[in-house]
């Protein structure tokens, strides 16, 4: 599965970015899909998740409330949407794709995911 994600960019704080990432390949094999992003200087750290074929969603708390994941599976697109930035959102944002069935807590982890995009970059201004 390759993964290629865009949509970020620089913004100011209170502003609002959606992030895509698009799917090719095996995409048969996607069991879910999940968005993790890495602030400079700190470890790559899990955002939210979505299972592909239910839509179950889970978003950490750093982003409750204000992003958004979901998917189009006839595109095979994931989305984060981004509201209410805040400057501590910096960082760049990889999406990821679990092709084996784990657990929920597991897709909240690194290890869950089997493939990673490139990364976009996301920047909010104070």
């Known amino acids: 599965v390759q993964l290629q994600a865009s949509g970020g960019g620089l913004v100011q704080a209170g502003d609002s970015l959606r992030l895509s990432c698009a799917a090719s390949g095996r995409t048969l094999s996607i069991y879910a899909m999940g968005w993790f992003r890495q602030a400079p200087g700190k470890e790559r750290e899990f955002v939210a998740y979505i299972s592909w074929s239910v839509g179950n969603t889970f978003v950490s708390d750093s982003a409750k409330g204000r992003f958004t994941i979901s998917r189009d599976n006839a595109k095979n697109t994931v989305y984060l949407q981004m509201n209410s930035l805040k400057p501590e959102d910096t960082a760049v944002y990889y999406c990821?794709?679990?092709?084996?069935?784990?657990?929920?807590?597991?897709?909240?982890?690194?290890?869950?995911?089997?493939?990673w995009g490139q990364g976009t970059l996301v920047t909010v201004s104070s």
């Open positions: 990821a794709v679990a092709a084996n069935r784990v657990s929920y807590v597991r897709l909240r982890t690194n290890g869950g995911y089997d493939y």
